[in-house]
């Protein structure tokens, strides 16, 4: 449930700062969570390393938006698949079915914007804390599995097959 009710805060997050996180094999930088934002949204920047991205899903009750700071990744939209390179933006619906991968050969960087809040809440649910936004992503285990299927439905996240 978004936190509307709370006052949004003033938000001052440094170069290097920030709650890390590594889910999914990505790692996560928390920016704006929804306890500073009001409930209003969530904002994290997102390293994705070759190989990496979410198995396909659906968000019955936010809305996403990605922006590409560095590299290169693959959406998946629905029907539509897209490359987003550096200085792309990609909405992705709620009620869409959608993932990202990057299928480059170089690490990939992007924000995240999530709204309303509770992405921030998903998220430290199904991760695990790193040191800090450059330390490896802990490998996808059945652990992070058992506790990404638990979530989800918490969330109105449905997760999907992956294609194929």
């Avoid at 991205?53 to 968000?59: A, E, L, Q």
């Avoid at 792309?88 to 991968?101: C, D, E, N, T, W």
């Avoid at 490896?136 to 992070?144: I, R």
């Amino acid at each position: 449930m978004p936190l509307m009710s709370t006052p949004a805060l003033p938000i001052f997050v440094g170069p290097r700062e920030g709650e890390c996180l590594s889910a999914a094999g990505d790692v996560y930088r928390l920016l704006a969570r929804g306890d500073q934002t009001g409930g209003a949204y969530v904002l994290c920047e997102a390293r994705v390393l070759p190989g990496g991205g979410p198995p396909p899903h659906i968000h019955q009750r936010e809305e996403e938006g990605f922006f590409i700071l560095e590299g290169e990744i693959t959406f998946q939209l629905g029907d539509q698949r897209l490359v987003a390179a550096a200085g792309s933006f990609v909405q992705g619906p709620r009620g869409i079915p959608h993932s990202f991968k990057n299928e480059s050969s170089v690490p990939a960087r992007m924000l995240i914007f999530v709204t309303p809040a509770q992405f921030d809440r998903f998220l430290r649910e199904i991760s695990e804390p790193v040191p800090s936004f450059d330390s490896p992503p802990v490998p996808f285990s059945p652990d992070q599995l058992t506790r990404l299927l638990a979530a989800a439905p918490k969330y109105g996240i449905e997760l999907l097959p992956p294609p194929g």
